[in-house]
């Protein structure tokens, strides 16, 4: 874990307080995101989210957002927050799964659930949110806020030969991250392989992998995939990564109330409209798709999500092993999606 310094921390802090008691100047924020400049959730966010968010707080709150490693490194944000270096990131939890498994497994549960609400109902409702401030405790001493979580989008898995089951994964050549994702897959019957993202579209296309873990089906689409990849599954079987919104505490306590359930609300509605958007463009392309007759989008039944999903359970259990964190984590999910019915009750 990293240390900062104390007094760069109060004097930042002492910044925030005057500002925010003289009321002599707006608060803006730089929120560094895990996302690309480029990407459309990028856009989205700087077109209609950021002017909605000054418009919800009358000008009394910005956000400057910058892309990924803009600022410092993608798994840096939370000492950057800490210090006052940012005031916020956007950013998927499972950059800090150095620090400790329970980052990935509260970033992307592995075949864990069935869609995404169910993940803003775990994170709102369900503990989530509680256990990831928690999380975060433990390694900025309460420096850093937790306002959020969530994720925009259900991934789809590319494929080059039909998967129909949890059968058919017996052997097959799966891209995956390393990890729990690859521990799951390998339970599966399949061998997973450790691919960097750029390598992933000629490594599908030249048969080096059969299919891969990657993204949407909107992002699998933009970069060429069905092209080549003609049997995508979708719903995807396997992830759905968590973005999580954290703020400077420092920064968070000096807003009046008023302005802090802002802030909790506009990031709310911001992650169902990205995840809206992405739907319908899913859906969109799905559609297109199912009317090629080269192209088989392969649906799982529920009764091979629910196997792949018994398949994974061991791996978690296995994965958390001797990580306190990462234990409770785990245990703090399972009690959710038992109560949902996503995994039987005891």
């Not at 989210?49 to 944000?77: F, R």
């Not at 995404?116 to 806020?145: M, S």
């Amino acid at each position: 874990m990293k240390r900062w310094s104390t007094a760069l921390f109060l004097g930042t802090a002492a910044v925030v307080a005057l500002q925010a008691g003289t009321g002599a100047a707006a608060e803006v924020w730089k929120v560094q995101t895990s996302m690309t400049a480029g990407e459309s959730y990028y856009q989205n966010i700087e077109e209609f989210w950021l002017p909605k968010l000054a418009a919800m707080t009358n000008g009394e709150l910005t956000i400057e957002l910058t892309p990924v490693g803009s600022v410092v490194p993608y798994n840096e944000t939370m000492d950057a927050i800490a210090l006052g270096v940012l005031q916020g990131d956007i950013t998927s939890t499972s950059y800090f799964a150095g620090r400790s498994k329970a980052f990935s497994v509260m970033g992307d549960l592995i075949a864990g659930y069935d869609r995404p609400e169910q993940i803003a109902l775990f994170c709102y409702q369900g503990g989530g949110r509680e256990f990831l401030q928690e999380l975060y405790d433990e390694f900025t001493d309460g420096q850093v806020k937790v306002v959020g979580c969530g994720t925009p989008a259900r991934e789809a898995f590319v494929s080059k030969v039909p998967i129909r089951g949890v059968a058919d994964l017996e052997g097959k050549k799966v891209r995956s991250p390393e990890g729990l994702a690859a521990e799951v897959f390998k339970r599966a019957g399949a061998a997973p392989v450790g691919l960097p993202a750029a390598e992933t579209y000629t490594s599908v296309d030249k048969g080096v992998v059969d299919a891969a873990d990657f993204s949407s089906y909107t992002m699998n689409d933009s970069l060429g995939f069905q092209q080549i990849a003609k049997y995508p599954i979708y719903p995807g079987i396997h992830s759905m990564p968590v973005l999580q919104f954290t703020v400077n505490k420092a920064a968070y306590d000096a807003l009046d109330e008023s302005l802090q359930v802002t802030i909790d609300v506009w990031y709310q509605a911001m992650v169902n409209d990205l995840r809206l958007r992405n739907d319908i463009t899913d859906q969109e392309l799905v559609a297109r798709d199912r009317a090629d007759p080269n192209i088989e989008v392969i649906d799982w039944p529920q009764e091979e999500r629910d196997k792949f999903r018994a398949i994974a359970q061991e791996a978690w259990a296995e994965y958390v092993a001797g990580d306190p964190l990462a234990e409770k984590a785990l245990a703090t999910n399972v009690d959710f999606m038992k109560r949902v019915g996503l995994l039987p009750a005891d």
